[in-house]
T-cell receptor
Framework: DGGITQSPKYLFRKEGQNVTLSCEQNLNHDAMYWYRQDPGQGLRLIYYSQIVNDFQKGDIAEGYSVSREKKESFPLTVTSAQKNPTAFYLC??????????????FGPGTRLTVL | GQQVMQIPQYQHVQEGEDFTTYCNSSTTLSNIQWYKQRPGGHPVFLIQLVKSGEVKKQKRLTFQFGEAKKNSSLHITATQTTDVGTYFCAGAKYNFNKFYFGSGTKLNVKP
């Protein structure tokens, strides 16, 4: 099956610890994105990447870091600098970067809770 | 601040009633997409509108893009319990390579 996988589904961490969320896609998509979703709010863009070894900050990048060493993988690290990290994190991919003509395919998400 | 406004935030309807959600942008959009997120799930793409005044239909769902490309709507005729979920619009602006998601409209359908 082609698609996007995110693991784990639920993640608990202590305050002050960095944590890395995984995102893998086998759709051969060039572009990948990380969004954060909070209750009652829409999706807010954290980081995006249009090609391997390149990525750009989204609207709320502070306290997060990413890498894009492989086309299939776009891991997100939530650092201790992120003031309010508890949220639902969604990874997405699309065929080509934000041309405005391509749908985004979303992974199942990771619900991170920082205690 | 919020780039794309979406209303209403919640809508409760009786099964069989119609439902509409609206998105508005203060600036012209190059295109707009609509997604549905079921409770506990992830957003799933429904449709993309590109042309001014465009209207697209998917069975009971009708999507419109305004003439000025600043607003859009999703209308569901005769809702069913399977329509339950949160509907998001996502607008892309010219010269900006990213989409701005609305805050979503949560639809509840009572059988």
């Amino acid at each position: 099956d082609g698609g996007i996988t995110q693991s784990p589904k639920y993640l608990f961490r202590k305050e002050g610890q960095n944590v890395t969320l995984s995102c893998e896609q086998n759709l051969n998509h060039d572009a990948m994105y990380w969004y954060r979703q909070d209750p009652g709010q829409g999706l807010r863009l954290i980081y995006y990447s249009q090609i391997v070894n390149d990525f750009q900050k989204g609207d709320i990048a502070e306290g997060y870091s990413v890498s894009r060493e492989k086309k299939e993988s776009f891991p997100l690290t939530v650092t201790s600098a992120q003031k309010n990290p508890t949220a639902f994190y969604l990874c997405a991919s699309s065929i080509i970067f934000f041309t405005g003509n391509n749908e985004q395919f979303f992974g199942p998400g990771t619900r991170l809770t920082v205690l | 601040g919020q780039q794309v406004m979406q209303i209403p935030q919640y809508q409760h309807v009786q099964e069989g009633e119609d439902f509409t959600t609206y998105c508005n942008s203060s600036t012209t959009l190059s295109n707009i997409q609509w997604y549905k997120q079921r409770p506990g799930g992830h957003p799933v793409f429904l449709i993309q509108l590109v042309k001014s005044g465009e209207v697209k239909k998917q069975k009971r769902l009708t999507f419109q893009f305004g003439e000025a490309k600043k607003n859009s709507s999703l209308h569901i005729t005769a809702t069913q319990t399977t329509d339950v979920g949160t509907y998001f619009c996502a607008g892309a602006k010219y010269n900006f390579n990213k989409f701005y998601f609305g805050s979503g409209t949560k639809l509840n359908v009572k059988p």
